[in-house]
């Protein structure tokens, strides 16, 4: 007579650690930036079609119903972003410094740094290039 194996529930597994909510609430930001991904395609393929379409589409993004889409997009992407430098320190081999091992929060706000010194450097960029 054999005994039924053991099977460990796995409805919920994620929410029982911390940890893991937190890894999956950075995996859940995923899909917003897929969706902002095909908002500026759909831009893209309004360019192509000619100068009307094109300014329907920005049109469209000035909406409040837009407007408040964005504002929420930018919220999530400010956490994926800050989660994504704090794991930074985890999967990259440690740094070591005149001997002694950078910490990792240091590590994570040097990658902030240069994400935000980056981000200026483009505004500017643009800034000064458009019209």
Do not use: N
Not at 35 to 64: E, M, N
Not at 70 to 97: E, N
Not at 107 to 126: E, K, N, Y
């Amino acid at each position: 007579m054999a005994r039924r194996p053991y099977v460990r529930p796995m409805d919920g597994w994620w929410k029982r650690d911390p940890f893991f909510v937190k890894y999956m609430a950075r995996e859940a930001t995923s899909i917003f930036v897929v969706l902002y991904a095909a908002i500026l395609l759909v831009g893209l393929l309004r360019l192509a079609q000619g100068p009307g379409a094109f300014d329907a589409w920005v049109a469209t993004l000035r909406t409040p119903a837009s407007i408040l889409l964005h504002v929420v997009l930018l919220v999530v992407f400010l956490y994926h972003t800050l989660s994504w430098f704090q794991i930074m320190p985890k999967t990259m081999a440690p740094v070591v410094v005149g001997g002694k091992k950078v910490p990792g929060a240091a590590i994570t706000a040097a990658g902030l740094a240069a994400s935000l010194v980056a981000s200026i450097a483009l505004f500017i960029l643009v800034k000064v290039l458009s019209p």
